[in-house]
């Protein structure tokens, strides 16, 4: 039977995507604007599974002041919207990418969760996600709801029988790892800061994604940038490179498009091996493009071709 698939994501954001050679502080910049997306870590996710063909439900908060252009996206895409809209702003979060640069993120303040919005969406998601196999779990924490509240959520919705796939980062994520998450996405800087010093090996990773793993998760998958990513399970230890990436265009949604491509192997039930390269070439296709999504498949099919894996162990 096929596994169903939801993604939360609790605080949603509209993406404002741009590019320019080098951001010049206090002067005029002009900026070549790439586009305007509704999103946020969980609709990445679900926009790059419903590209994949998983059928995906999408959960969370909105900002019922600005909520137009997510339910567009949701009725042209068919994702079933279980959203609870709240007062306020979903915020905006700009993302410049300069030449030879990271991406610079300027993340707005958006609407404020108050205790009945966050009772009444912990009654309603904890019954609406009994009917799903795998639940993921994305993104920061937006105001009004504590890391307290997040680790207990998270957890009674482990209860229900869920796999609670989490992709967080800073105080969410330390919450959310207290409720042994059965898949946990980490990038290298994210668990440097979990973990408190530097870490300048992939040795040095995999020591302290181990330790991660000692506390009860059982996938640990960390992603490195364009130096790949590994994932420890009970079974094994593999890792992925992918092919270098001539033409990077935005790297906004390359974690989220791992995510994706893990739950599709999960849901296809793919070889360890097999989804962490399948997981690797979603997200190389993704920092080709401004926005997330997988439209070309065959494209998608040559990159595969190209991601190296390297099982350490196994
Ligand atoms: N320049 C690149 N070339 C090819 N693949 C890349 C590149 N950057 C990222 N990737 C792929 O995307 C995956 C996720 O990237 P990264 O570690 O930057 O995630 P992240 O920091 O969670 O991303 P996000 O910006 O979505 O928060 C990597 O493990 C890799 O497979
Ligand atoms: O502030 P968060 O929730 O951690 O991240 C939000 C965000 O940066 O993540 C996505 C890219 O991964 C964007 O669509 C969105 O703006």
């Not at 969980?42 to 063909?53: E, M, S």
């Not at 504590?146 to 967080?168: I, N, T």
């Not at 998760?217 to 990513?229: D, E, F, T, Y």
């Not at 399948?278 to 099919?301: C, Y």
Request: glycine share 8%.
């Amino acid at each position: 039977m096929t596994k169903k698939v939801a993604t939360i994501t609790l605080n949603t954001a509209y993406d404002l995507v741009g590019r320019l050679a080098r951001i010049e502080l206090g002067e005029v910049n002009q900026v070549e604007t790439l586009g305007l997306f509704p999103a946020g870590k969980g609709i990445n996710v679900a926009k790059v599974l419903n590209d994949l063909g998983v059928k995906v439900a999408v959960g969370g908060f909105l900002g019922e002041d600005n909520v137009g252009d997510f339910e567009h996206l949701f009725n042209s895409l068919g994702l079933e919207d279980r959203f609870q809209r709240i007062a306020g702003k979903t915020r905006i979060n700009v993302k410049i990418t300069e030449t030879e640069a990271d991406v610079t993120d300027l993340n707005f303040l958006g609407y404020q969760v108050q205790p009945q919005d966050w009772q009444t969406f912990v009654i309603s998601s904890l019954d609406y996600c009994r009917q799903f196999d795998i639940v993921a779990v994305c993104g920061s924490l937006p105001r009004g709801v504590s890391p307290e509240q997040f680790s207990d959520w998270l957890s009674k919705l482990a209860q229900v029988g869920v796999k609670v796939v989490l992709d967080s980062s800073n105080e969410a994520l330390t919450a959310g790892l207290k409720a042994n998450p059965w898949l946990v996405k980490p990038n290298h800087r994210e668990l440097e800061a979990w973990i408190g010093h530097s870490l300048n090996s992939v040795d040095e990773i995999i020591q302290a994604a181990q330790k991660l793993q000692t506390q009860g998760i059982a996938n640990v998958v960390i992603s490195m940038g364009s130096k790949g990513s590994v994932w420890l399970s009970e079974q094994a230890i593999v890792r992925a490179e992918p092919p270098r990436c001539e033409n990077v265009v935005s790297t906004v949604g390359a974690g989220d498009s791992m995510v994706a491509g893990l739950i599709y192997g999960t849901v296809h039930q793919l070889s360890q091996a097999d989804t962490l390269a399948f997981a690797s070439a979603v997200s190389a296709f993704a920092v080709s493009q401004s926005n997330v999504g997988v439209s070309d498949r065959k494209l998608l099919d040559a990159i595969l071709q190209q991601v190296k894996i390297t099982v350490i162990k196994g």
